[in-house]
């Protein structure tokens, strides 16, 4: 049995679609303060929440897992700059209460669903595994925190981890029954999907002046589905025996800002409306990562890794579910 943390959240809920799929066991813990109920089809809930100890020793006695699964972050870097205390409580703090409550329930196998932002303004790209890791946002080091406590929690409980860094997570399920709802977006694809659609106004583009061939920001993007196949490689990983391990996850290629609205443009056959704006302080000109460790050592390699078909999928979803869950 698995106990799916969050798993009510984009990430977690396309995580429970492949666990579904691969019929493996699992229960989903959750608040429901940023996931959604709907997005889990017919995967167990039990709702409660991270930061309140009593409520997870009870659903790790409950449950009795082989194996914990982490998604319960909050994960806005605006806004844990205004509001740093939230990310620490939730995102770092609260899993201090999951592996107190896995130590003492002897459950000692443990993913983590970690960040590029942990490596900072990147030295070199594309990013590997071992770059500096130097967080410029509350957000990013909530997560590094964690990263840094895991080894001692494995040498004094036996907790082995896989931290899983993602790049930048998009696109939805491709029969379109799941997808991305952010309570507030602010990711560019389904940003820029909903300003194609007249749902909200012109789509900002943040600084046209960087080293770069349209001088607009590079990201790395990588579809949903794809990270959640991932999760499945750690998790058969970490109940080999596997030994604990950090691993990128991105496809390996940067799109610009101005590629992904051209990308969108194309796909939707609609104008997206945007203007040019300054640049936000501490966007990095690229963000690239290199996975080749992932590609190695677990044999994870992506299947859908074309920009236009993240962004087909996203739009998919999004003419499903104008709305979101709502």
Known sequence: MILVVGGAGY????????LRDQGIAHVVFDNLEEGFKEALGPSELVV????????VVSVIKDVKPSLVMHFGAYISVGES?????KYFLNNT????????????????SFVFSSTAAVYGEPEYVPIDEEHPKRPTSPYGESKYLVERMLPSFESAYGIRSVCLRYFNASGAQPDGTIG???????????????????QRGALKVFGTDYPTPDGTCIRDYIHVVDLANAHLLAVSHLLDNGSTRQFNLGSGTGFSVREVIETVSRVTGLTVPYED???RPGDPAQLIASSKRIREELGWEPVFDNLERIVADAWNWHQAHPSGYA
Request: aromatic letters at 0%; one cysteine or more; charged letters at 25%.
């Open 11 to 18: 990430i977690g809920s396309h995580v429970c679609r492949a």
């Open 48 to 55: 409660g929440d991270l930061r309140k100890a009593e409520d």
């Open 81 to 85: 700059v205004r509001q740093p205390a």
């Open 93 to 108: 703090s609260g899993v201090v209460n999951l592996l107190t409550a896995m130590a003492q329930n002897e459950v000692t």
């Open 180 to 198: 991305e709802a952010h309570r507030v977006e602010e990711h560019l694809i389904p940003l820029a999907i909903k300003a194609a659609a007249g």
């Open 277 to 279: 704006s300054d640049r």
